[in-house]
């Protein structure tokens, strides 16, 4: 793939934690997580980022997005190199890469509505020229992550889990992003939840063209949305290649002993087809 397939890279990715000098006595030495991490999205991919506990999955999906600062490394998005791009300017940026988190009560603020929670950004970000068209776009985007109306009138712990996270999806794909970071969005769900959730960002992400970077524990999630995947360990590129390859024949050891770990089975294919239920039970 050529560099300008890429919407996303970095490349020679260090992050260490804790490096900057402190302002009262000796400077930190810190803790490096990513030792120089090659990664490619191409427009219109979804990859998956994979690894154990602590190999580094989150840090290299927020240092793409330039949320923790690198140490070490360039990336570039959309052929422009963000690496040291001031705050100022990367801030134009963020409605075009967005985060999709594990807990979506962290990210959808308890006390507003859910109408709230999905107008107002539409809005701030001028995608819309008023607020009734905002609440049109709102009502529509709602129908295609398949959640009843009511949920517009609701605050977001009277919605179940799975719910929430179609909010957050909802809420990501009406900015309509070019980039979307999934961070274990399905780890807390039950397992028919999660494939029908998966579901939903699969279509989603093929009809808005989006490129996707996909973190997971678990690789049967990995295998049921990813193109291509990247198995990360101790904050280095142990392996990557297409998905189907690297689960079927995996080069390393190491990606072979993750295999070898998964309990099956979890995301059953056939599941990924099916149709989503409107209504689910409220989260107790
Ligand atoms: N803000 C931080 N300050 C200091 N160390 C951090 C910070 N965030 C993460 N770390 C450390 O960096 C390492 C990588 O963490 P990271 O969360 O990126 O891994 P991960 O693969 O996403 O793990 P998990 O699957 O448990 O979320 C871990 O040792 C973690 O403790």
């Given at each position: 793939m050529s560099v300008s397939d890429n919407l996303l890279s970095g490349k020679g990715i260090e992050v260490t934690?804790?490096?900057?000098?402190?302002?009262?006595?000796?400077?930190?030495?810190?803790i490096k997580v990513l030792h120089g991490v090659d990664i490619d999205i191409g427009r219109g991919e979804t990859v998956g980022i994979v690894g154990e506990s602590g190999s580094g999955k989150t840090t290299l999906g927020r240092a793409l997005l330039r949320l923790v600062d690198v140490t070490?490394?360039?990336?570039?998005?959309?052929?422009?190199?963000?690496?040291?791009?001031?705050?100022?300017?990367?801030?134009?940026?963020?409605?075009?890469?967005?985060?999709?988190?594990?807990?979506?009560?962290?990210?959808?603020?308890?006390r507003h509505t859910i109408r709230r929670i999905l107008v107002e950004p539409l809005l701030l970000h001028r995608l819309a020229s008023d607020r009734k068209d905002?609440?049109?776009?709102?009502?529509?985007?709602?129908?295609?992550?398949?959640?009843?109306?009511?949920?517009?009138?609701?605050n977001p712990h009277?919605?179940?889990?799975?719910?929430?996270?179609?909010?957050?999806?909802?809420?990501?794909a009406l900015l309509k992003p070019d980039f979307v970071?999934?961070?274990?969005?399905?780890?807390?769900?039950?397992?028919?939840?999660?494939?029908?959730?998966?579901?939903?960002?699969k279509e989603l992400s093929r009809d808005l063209g989006l490129s996707m970077a996909f973190i997971s524990h678990d690789l049967s999630v990995i295998r049921a949305v990813c193109d291509r995947v990247y198995v990360l360990r101790h904050g280095r590129v142990e392996e990557e290649g297409d998905c189907e390859r690297v689960f079927t024949a995996p080069a390393s050891a190491y990606t072979r002993m993750l295999l070898d770990a998964i309990p099956l089975p979890e995301i059953d294919p056939?599941?990924?087809?099916?149709?989503?239920?409107?209504?689910?039970a409220p989260a107790a």
């Open positions: 934690y804790g490096a900057k000098p402190h302002l009262f006595g000796p400077p930190g030495h810190g070490a490394g360039a990336i570039h998005f959309d052929g422009k190199d963000i690496t040291r791009l001031p705050a100022t300017d990367i801030r134009p940026l963020r409605r075009r890469m967005q985060m999709i988190f594990q807990d979506p009560m962290a990210s959808l603020n308890p905002a609440e049109r776009r709102v009502a529509k985007i709602l129908e295609r992550v398949t959640l009843p109306q009511a949920c517009l009138d609701r009277e919605l179940s889990g799975g719910q929430r996270q179609r909010i957050g999806i909802a809420r990501a970071l999934a961070d274990e969005i399905v780890s807390g769900l039950d397992v028919s939840t999660q494939a029908q959730v998966l579901n939903l960002l056939k599941w990924l087809g099916r149709e989503s239920l409107m209504e689910e």
